[in-house]
């Protein structure tokens, strides 16, 4: 494999020593002013991305090759080895600056590099140019007079040969294949144009039109707008095609750059082309490092994208995890509630169990409906709800922490209109995480006060507390996502951080406002709540219509589908104590082959069974007009709405309270 491979490098530096005598050859020919000073110098780019592809090893081929060339064209033997050596110099050096310092064979991906390589090729083009001319002037093949003309042909020769023909060979070396659709045919329809607009500018199709007017810059157009669209390969290859037509119609006199002699003319065409490679080699070079950030970007885009499904998905199993063992406790309470009056420990006991269960849940509740708000997917449920009230029940699930920490807990609900159009559970839960946070924030002995006036058509709910109170620098965060207000104070009173940046997020939604002042340490905090009222009237017949179907018992049918082992059992007790029949099912087979042995007015079913899901029961118990109640750990809005897609008429989520379980069945019966 090594002789191979060595043998491969050895082949490929032969034809590199042939190919470039063969240009170099054919260059000389347009050597009008002096013997191997020639404006058109293909060789100078083919040597310097041969030394880039090949490497530097390469060199002695670039050396014979320059020796031979001009030993059989002009000079001596000399002038000869002085320009070969000019010649391999410049390859040389110009492969070592642009490794060095403008991405080797890289060089063209970044606008940055582009320019480095300009500035590369017109010094080391610098070397041959002085090399050259100067041992031809010391053998006295050219005259000391002409020398700076030379100098000048010889360097903007080599320098045009960098620009055209080392991005040329270096990126189709990179990528052989030809462009995919549609690229492709862009490309070729460019193509033809660019031959068109070249042959009309350098074919002497309209000569006299061309010596009055700059006709020469209408091939401008089409190469930029392959730079834009295209790769940089298509961008050269197209200035390659330009250069060699122009050549053409100069040589034969044709084009806006026939002048004195043909040495000058070659020496304008040259620094045009150059000028054009420049601008269109460095704006493909910036589109396509656009390109690349664009996918960088869209690649970027998906991994999060993933993350956060991903992020959701562990969420919605965690929420579903916590919430499954809550639900068998918080239905036990509701039994042992039901039972024969016990001591009054015993029922304080049981109001402290509950008011645990609904605090872990709330924090649940916090986790997915930071998720709900990010996605912009947070349901609120509107219906009319007295403020007082709801405000009131607050404060009783808040009073006894706050009495345990000896507070004075006031309220001063003095507004007048106190109707609002809101979901019941997010008004609460606004008020929740106030009241929850004044306490926490608020030392003992402190006090927190509650309060409502009217302000035009809204209502306002103020919660002011003696606590700590915030620092100006924390105010315009406090209502950010995980922020944790006062960092001394976290030690004792730590937190997720969510409740309030939720609580600012659910008043929005409602089209309300959540604001928040304190003048600094120690001056304790308050939160401004505002909130539109609705008309006393409608709210009223609204309130009675409730209150009519809240009052409207029945006795039903219950199949009940849990696999859940104490969460079926309680809730079978649970629903018994209340009057209904209860047949119970813990899979999927078993709850069809109890429908089919007796007739039921209600499903209701946990989503995950051991062999399907809700949604397969109740997409072959829906034809029956068997109507179904989904119970799951899982509250995202997608869970919902497929539970209701199956046949489901409505969803809960785990834990399920008795008074949330009887609204669900009357809802559900009534329709």
């Avoid at 006709?215 to 330009?242: H, K, S």
């Avoid at 709900?372 to 405000?391: M, P, Y």
């Avoid at 302000?455 to 406090?478: C, F, N, S």
């Avoid at 539109?532 to 219509?545: D, Q």
Wanted: charge should be neutral; include cysteine; charged fraction near 20%.
């Amino acid at each position: 494999m090594f002789s191979r491979r060595l043998l491969k490098l050895a082949g490929a530096i032969i034809a590199l020593g042939i190919g470039y005598a063969i240009a170099a050859k054919l260059s000389l020919r347009l050597a009008f002013f002096a013997p191997s000073a020639s404006p058109v110098w293909p060789p100078a780019g083919i040597a310097v991305a041969a030394l880039l592809v090949l490497g530097y090893r390469a060199w002695p081929a670039i050396f014979v090759g320059a020796f031979i060339v001009n030993l059989t064209t002009a000079g001596d033997p000399f002038t000869s080895l002085c320009i070969a050596t000019g010649n391999s110099l410049e390859a040389l050096l110009g492969a070592w600056l642009i490794n060095r310092f403008a991405g080797g064979i890289r060089v063209f991906e970044r606008a940055q590099d582009v320019f480095k390589f300009v500035v590369i090729a017109a010094l080391s083009s610098a070397v041959s140019a002085s090399i050259g001319p100067t041992s031809l002037a010391m053998d006295g093949f050219v005259q000391w007079a002409d020398y700076s003309l030379i100098w000048l042909t010889w360097w903007l020769g080599d320098l045009t040969g960098y620009l055209v023909f080392a991005p040329l060979v270096l990126l189709w070396w990179l990528s052989p294949r030809p462009p995919q659709e549609p690229q492709r045919t862009e490309a070729v329809l460019l193509l033809l144009l660019l031959i068109a607009l070249c042959e009309t500018v350098f074919g002497n199709w309209f000569p006299e039109f061309i010596r009055i007017y700059p006709i020469g810059f209408v091939c401008g157009p089409v190469l930029l707008w392959a730079a834009y669209r295209l790769t940089q390969r298509e961008t050269m290859t197209g200035i390659f095609i330009l250069s060699g037509l122009a050549l053409w119609g100069t040589l034969h006199g044709y084009g806006p750059f026939k002048f004195g002699t043909m040495n000058q003319s070659l020496v304008l065409l040259q620094a045009w082309v150059g000028v054009w490679t420049l601008t269109c080699l460095t704006l493909s070079a910036a589109m396509t490092e656009r390109r690349r950030a664009e996918a960088a970007l869209e690649e970027q885009k998906e991994t999060i994208e993933l993350a956060n499904r991903t992020k959701d998905h562990f969420l919605a199993m965690l929420s579903h995890e916590l919430r499954t063992p809550l639900t068998p406790v918080l239905a036990a309470i509701d039994l042992l509630e039901m039972e024969a009056k016990g001591p009054a420990a015993f029922r304080e006991n049981l109001q402290a169990i509950r008011r645990n269960i609904e605090l872990e849940r709330r924090l649940i509740e916090d986790l997915l409906d930071v998720t709900r708000i990010a996605s912009g997917k947070l349901k609120l449920e509107l219906t009319t709800i007295n403020a007082h009230e709801a405000i009131r029940d607050v404060v009783e699930m808040c009073r006894s922490e706050s009495e345990a920490k000896r507070q004075r807990l006031e309220l001063q609900l003095e507004a007048k209109a106190i109707h609002i159009m809101a979901d019941p559970a997010k008004f609460k839960q606004i008020i929740w995480n106030l009241l929850k946070n004044a306490i926490k924030f608020t030392p003992e002995g402190g006090a927190v006060t509650i309060s409502t006036t009217s302000d035009k058509q809204d209502l306002v709910a103020t919660v002011r507390d003696t606590g700590i109170g915030i620092e100006p620098a924390q105010i315009g965060r406090i209502f950010d996502a995980f922020e944790q207000g006062d960092q001394a104070f976290q030690g004792r009173n730590s937190g997720l951080g969510l409740g309030l940046a939720i609580s600012k997020a659910i008043a929005t939604g409602h089209g309300g406002s959540l604001e928040v002042f304190s003048d600094g340490r120690g001056r304790g905090t308050t939160f401004r709540l505002t909130m539109a009222t609705i008309n006393t009237s409608l709210a009223s017949i609204r309130r009675e219509g409730a209150n009519h179907s809240a009052h409207a018992q029945h006795s039903w049918r219950i199949l009940l589908v849990e696999d859940h082992a104490d969460t079926s059992a309680v809730l079978r007790n649970l629903l018994s104590r209340r009057g209904h029949q209860v047949a119970v099912a813990k899979d999927v087979s078993s709850a069809l082959a109890a429908a089919r042995r007796e007739p039921y007015d209600l499903v209701i079913s946990d989503v995950g069974l051991p062999d399907g899901t809700g949604a397969d029961l109740m997409n072959q118990l829906r034809e029956t007009g068997l109507r179904g109640i989904a119970i799951s750990g899982f509250g995202m809005s997608a869970d919902v709405e497929r539970s209701l897609a199956a046949g489901f008429v409505e969803h809960l989520v785990k834990p399920i309270s008795l008074s949330e379980l009887e609204a669900a069945i009357e809802r559900a019966m009534q329709r």
